[in-house]
């Protein structure tokens, strides 16, 4: 693997190289994305149609958004697969800044449902905190690189102070769900990056440090508090997050081994189960389709980390490999997060499962992180 | 670890992380998936109860004396109630209910009775409230609309002993009852008189419905899946215009009474604190009327009394208890009335003959006993010396002294106790309950040895010290004093054992117990066998007045007959024809035209008596001399009664009760020759006998089809009792 290459980049590719890349891609990759995104429109269709056929609404509403938003995201993937990552990883530090004001700028908008959330574009929502899941994916994998196998106390120190400048000002909008998933993206990238043990060890410790503080002296609230334990025992009450993840195992567990059928289950059509299309879109699939539908999404996600993992073994260069480390470390804390959480193995956090929660910044998001996979597996052939 | 290794780390905790969920997955859904499949359906279905429609309860021609009137209730289940929504929820429909929050709260945390079922918060509530309720369920959550019913009463008080009132079940009762009658805490249930003696009858099977709802408890579907079955309706014997006679007069006898000074100090005037009556067929046992005064309105338990009320209306001595059915519950030494059965006693014993006389010179003495230096004196009232008495005149002009020598007679014969007034008194079905379907019946008591050491040993020395029978004891039995104790319904049937020539029959308080939704053609059946007595009463709006000359329906069961008394009417249709009085349109509790099933009125007999028929007849013209021969007790209260039309006997008794004043009694019978009533009507407190017999000519004045008058005081007679 060339650690010093000097030739000048540019931030696409030629269309030449990028005509052999098609040929290189990932095709095994491609193909479980297009099979979960093809399952993700079906289920945000089967999730959202009751409620919007409840208030008058088309019940196909949804769907057409998801499908618009997925449109987008393959525009997105095949921009990240045609760039020359190298040259993205440069331009990082812009990246980083845009990030950075576009968070801060979200503390001048109104706030909706009680945070700081996203800009209201039209029709759509813009979250700056869902793209910039890929900026620190990739500050950490530019600087990681730079510093590979030297990261002292020091170096470490500056690598989780690129990574919690952003993750800081998600925490604080407050977005707890996306703020654990940069901290997740920060430990197995800094561990890649050739972080000592006691460093990452350390951290681990320092957080859960914080996390007591904030309890004790209540920076957390309430709800946050009731939401992180309630996995803990959530048949206990009918309150809140718990009776939310009481009826999400219901649901799935309703649906048995070969479900209820697409389209049926009293659980998620008679709104026993929250956030159907969104946070909880893993119930609907248990609940209609059963174990059967259940494990498919399951297996797929596992052929993507899988495929992600092989990418990051086969890159050519530090950079690569950080990169695919990283989108690693995103998908495996979602899926294990989000799906988790509907079986009460996690606490309630509000995170998109990748590929079937509905929703334009996160799966966007989602396709471009894939994008920059295949661009990386694809490039070793170089 | 160089960076292979560190990658290969990663993939380590990937598949784990992975592998946990797919763990998790499989077990949710297969092993807990049948538990989860049970909660989803708990989610979305909900089984409610629906209240069957209580039976009503109709008077002997179908009139209708207990209905039920439909509405909607508000109930709360809290377990769909949130903590955190209470008082929001609460507040709201404190406003939208007009019941202060306080109340709504108090009602909602009544933990009486079983923790689980949802609350019954207000009832009767209007249309609007209906609406706003099931329009707007996630602004009330846990808070659901129900229908019930609650008994009216369409005249009112009438009958209020007899009919009794429901209420909701108590947590007492709930442990009392088997659990398969399944009554949840909501429920009502019969809690005196007809409503509880029949509450099996009246309340008919709840039935269920499958509620499917969302998770706003929106319903979205409803069906039914048991039909509930409604209650049956229950005829009485009562008849309504009858009852109602029955109980006026009690009030103007109570009032004719309280004019007349007290005989044993004439500076007070009588009391007449409360009163009873009971009009009886004496071959049927049929109860036409029962009243108890003071009285109530059962309309202050619907729907429910408050503690205070109930205090205020019926607690405290001056109010006389007036949820007392002193007809049945209340003891009275029956003095005087009692005199026939000892006569019967004496004759039966070869003591007396119908041509016995004794010189009565106001006083019995037991010279013996005087020197003993016990009570050795027995006197008639105001120790009139009546002369001599035989034994017809001994009832008309109701001598004690004459009683005390029969009384006498049996006290010395010690051995002959089996053959006594008591043992002759039981078996007349004194002293015995008459088995009236009512909750609250007390049997009375006919006092001898065995009787009193039974008390001392079952309450103790300290209550009851006096456990022998002494000398002197049969000669105060022999006028019903000493212990004798009697309700009204039970000397009515006494004399009804008298009447009817020697059976004993049970009382009767149901005709019949129909299926409501029995209506039109239902009575051809059983027609033909009944004979030409059971016209149906309900087509005929005016009944025919008696004609004292009846003969008597020839379709008499042989099982009541007696030898010395021509047999008597039992189908109870044709009693019914007999019964007269207030008349007034009748409201019918069913659909014009509807003919009413033939009733089985065979009586239930408890015991017979063959009487000598000569004697007999004497007792019972000693007895309607009482009302209609010169010198008779009653003469004064029957004065001007028209005899001719309609012949009535009967007896007075005026009983002393010790710290009180005395008690005034009459029975009378008719119309004679073959009485088809006897009316016992007791006052407390109400002075001589015969001021209730002014009570009983007034129900006979209504039986009879004469013009009913109001009761008169009855006063001068001096001596008579």
Redesign the interface.
């Known amino acids: 693997m060339a650690m010093t290459d000097t030739a000048p980049r540019t931030l696409v590719s030629g269309s030449v190289r990028a005509e052999s890349a098609v040929k290189r891609l990932d095709a095994v990759l491609i193909a479980a994305v297009l099979a979960l995104s093809g399952i993700g429109l079906v289920m945000v269709y089967a999730a959202s149609r009751d409620s919007l056929l409840a208030v008058g609404a088309d019940p196909g509403l949804y769907l057409k958004k998801q499908i618009i938003f997925m449109t987008f995201g393959l525009v997105a993937a095949a921009a990240a697969v045609r760039l020359d990552y190298r040259s993205f990883l440069e331009r990082m530090p812009l990246a980083f800044v845009v990030l950075v004001i576009a968070l801060l700028g979200l503390f001048l908008v109104p706030a909706k449902n009680g945070a700081h959330g996203w800009y209201q574009l039209g029709l759509f929502q813009l979250q700056p905190a869902e793209f910039g899941k890929i900026v620190v994916i990739g500050c950490l994998a530019a600087y990681g690189a730079a510093q590979?196998?030297q990261l002292d106390l020091r170096r470490f120190t500056f690598f989780l102070t690129i990574a919690g400048l952003p993750t800081a000002l998600v925490f604080l909008q407050p977005d707890l769900g996306t703020a654990l998933v940069y901290l997740s993206i920060v430990l197995?990238m800094a561990?890649?990056a050739?972080a000592q043990g006691k460093h990452i060890l350390g951290l681990v410790a320092a957080g859960i440090a914080t996390a007591w503080l904030m309890i004790r002296f209540g920076v957390l609230k309430e709800y946050q508090i009731k939401r992180l334990t309630s996995f803990i025992d959530a048949s206990a009450s009918?309150?809140d997050a718990a009776y939310n993840v009481f009826?999400s195992?219901?649901?799935?567990?309703?649906?048995?081994?070969t479900g209820q059928g697409l389209f049926q289950g009293?659980?998620t059509r008679?709104?026993?189960v929250p956030a159907r299309h969104t946070d909880f879109i893993f119930s609907v699939v248990?609940e209609q389709l059963?174990?059967a539908g259940?494990?498919l999404v399951?297996?797929l996600?596992?052929i993507i980390?899988w495929r992600i993992?092989r990418a990051?073994?086969v890159a050519r260069d530090?950079e690569g490999?950080l990169l695919c480390?990283g989108v690693?470390g995103l998908f495996?804390f979602q899926?294990?997060e989000n799906?988790?959480m509907t079986?009460g193995?996690m606490p309630v956090t509000g995170i998109p499962l990748p590929f079937l929660t509905y929703g334009g910044s996160s799966t966007i998001t989602a396709f471009f992180a894939i994008g920059l996979v295949l661009n990386v597996a694809a490039s070793r052939f170089r | 670890m160089n960076t292979q290794q560190r990658l290969r780390v990663i993939g380590v905790i990937v598949v784990v992380l992975i592998a946990a969920l797919a763990g998790r997955l499989g077990i949710l859904q297969t092993v807990e998936s049948a538990d989860a499949k049970r909660q989803a359906a708990r989610n979305i279905f909900d089984t409610e109860p629906i209240e069957p429609t209580r039976g009503r309860i109709l008077d002997r021609s179908g009139r209708v004396l207990v209905d039920n009137l439909p509405l909607n209730v508000v109930r709360i289940d809290r377990k769909k109630l949130k903590k955190a929504d209470r008082v929001r929820t609460l507040s709201r429909l404190s406003a939208l209910l007009d019941v202060p929050y306080y109340l709504l709260e108090r009602r909602l945390d009544d933990n009486a009775g079983g923790e689980f079922s949802p609350r019954e918060v207000a009832r009767g509530v209007k249309e609007s409230v209906s609406i706003e309720l099931a329009e707007h369920p996630e602004r009330y959550p846990g808070v659901a609309i129900g229908s019930a019913w609650q008994r009216v009463y369409p005249n009112g008080n009438i009958a209020a002993h007899v009919l009794g009132y429901v209420g909701k079940v108590t947590a007492e009762e709930l442990a009392r009852q088997p659990l398969a009658l399944g009554y949840a805490r909501a429920d009502f249930i019969g809690k005196t008189g007809v409503e509880r003696a029949f509450e099996r009858e009246l309340r008919g099977e709840p039935g269920a419905e499958l509620i499917t709802k969302d998770r706003l408890s929106r319903v979205v579907d409803r069906e039914v899946t048991k039909e509930p079955v409604p209650g049956k309706d229950v005829r009485l014997t009562i008849d309504l215009d009858l009852q109602k006679l029955l109980e006026e007069t009690l009030v103007q006898t109570e009032r004719a009474a309280r004019q007349n000074v007290d005989a044993d100090n004439p500076a007070v005037f009588v009391k007449a604190t409360s009163s009873a009556g009971v009009v009886f067929e004496p071959n049927t046992g049929e109860v036409l009327a029962m009243a108890s005064h003071p009285t109530y309105d059962p309309r202050e338990f619907v729907p429910s009394i408050t503690q205070e009320r109930y205090d205020e209306l019926f607690k405290g001595e001056e109010k006389a208890s007036p949820l007392t059915n002193r007809a049945t519950f209340g003891l009275y030494p029956p003095g005087s009335t009692f005199k026939p059965f000892t006569a019967v006693a004496g004759l039966r014993a070869g003591m007396i003959t119908t041509q016995t006389v004794v010189d009565d010179q106001g006083e019995f003495v037991r010279e013996d006993l005087c020197k003993r230096r016990v009570k050795c004196r027995w006197q008639n009232a105001g120790k009139a010396a009546l002369g001599i008495t035989d034994l017809r005149k001994s009832l008309r002009v109701s001598s004690d002294v004459y009683y005390y020598e029969i009384g006498n007679k049996f006290d010395d014969l010690s051995k002959a106790k089996e053959n006594g007034i008591q043992q002759l008194a039981r078996e007349m079905g004194l002293g015995k309950p008459t088995n009236i379907r009512l909750p609250d019946e007390r049997a009375g008591a006919v006092p001898d040895e065995a009787y009193r050491k039974k008390l001392t040993s079952l309450y103790g020395r300290k209550k009851f010290p006096n456990d022998n029978w002494f000398t002197g004891d049969t000669i105060n039995v022999s006028i019903g004093q000493g212990e004798v104790l009697t309700s009204p319904l039970g000397l009515a049937r006494g004399y009804a054992t008298l009447i009817n020539g020697g059976t004993v029959v049970d009382a009767k308080i149901d005709l019949e117990i129909r299926d409501r939704a029995i209506g039109g053609a239902v009575a051809t059946a059983g027609d033909a066998s009944t004979g030409a007595g059971a016209k149906p009463p309900a087509t005929t709006s005016t009944l025919a007045p008696v004609n004292p000359s009846t003969t008597a329906n020839p379709a008499a069961p042989t099982s009541v007959a007696g030898p010395t008394v021509p047999a008597p009417s039992t189908t109870t249709v044709a009693a019914t024809e007999l019964i007269v009085g207030a008349v007034g349109a009748p409201d019918l509790g069913i659909p014009p035209g509807t003919t009413l099933p033939p009733i089985d009125a065979k009586p239930t007999v408890e015991n017979h008596l063959d009487f000598n028929e000569n004697d007999l007849s004497v007792i019972l013209a000693g007895l309607e001399d009482v009302t209609s021969a010169e010198g008779g007790t009653a003469v004064s209260a029957f004065e001007g009664f028209p005899f001719d039309k309609c012949r009535v006997g009967g007896k007075t008794g005026t009983a002393q009760r010790t710290g009180k004043q005395d008690t005034a009694l009459f029975v009378g019978f008719g119309p004679l020759p073959n009485p088809k009533y006897v009316v016992a009507l007791v006052v407390e407190e109400g002075g001589f006998g015969r001021q209730a017999g002014a009570g009983v000519r007034r129900v006979f004045e209504g039986l009879c089809g004469l013009p009913v008058n109001p009761v008169r005081s009855v006063t001068g007679g001096g001596a008579e009792f």
Do not use: D, E, H, Y
């Not at chain 1, 195992?249 to 081994?257: E, N, P, Q, S």
């Open positions: 590979r196998n197995v561990w890649l050739g009918a309150q009826q195992k219901i649901a799935i567990g309703a649906g048995g081994v009293t659980q008679g709104s026993w248990g059963g174990f259940g494990i399951v297996l996600f596992a980390c993992w990051a073994v530090p490999m480390v690693l495996v899926i294990f799906i988790g079986m193995i």
